[in-house]
Nanobody
Framework: QLQASGGGLVQPGGSLRLSCATS????????MAWYRQAPGKERELVAV???????NYVDSVKGRFTISTDNAENTMYLQMNSLKPEDTAVYYC????????WGQGTLVTVSS
């Protein structure tokens, strides 16, 4: 199972780094992704990273979020800068194919 962590309360314009703990060779054989679900909305894809390092982002976070992996640590990250109130959501990690059960996610709240 994949477990996201690192969320919290941050002011608009602030930064957070989310972590996703994995195991085995999950990162090396899968396209990995971060998702988020805001209150009252459907879960959406935020960022994707391929095993070769290629990345893609939803338009609303381009230039502000960076997805990365550390295969030695079996960890995926999401660096979030210039956070906005509309980034408030529960953030989840999974493969792009959503192959694993959804964990409890980590709550990010952007508010002054």
């Amino acid at each position: 199972q994949l477990q996201a962590s690192g969320g919290g309360l941050v002011q608009p314009g602030g930064s957070l780094r989310l972590s996703c703990a994995t195991s085995g060779n999950i990162l090396s054989i899968n396209v990995m992704a971060w998702y988020r679900q805001a209150p009252g909305k459907e879960r959406e894809l935020v960022a994707v990273i391929a095993s070769g390092g290629g990345t893609n982002y939803v338009d609303s976070v381009k230039g502000r979020f960076t997805i990365s992996t550390d295969n030695a640590e079996n960890t995926m990250y999401l660096q979030m800068n210039s956070l906005k109130p509309e980034d408030t959501a529960v953030y989840y990690c999974n493969t792009f194919g959503r192959n694993f059960p959804w964990g409890q996610g980590t709550l990010v709240t952007v508010s002054s």
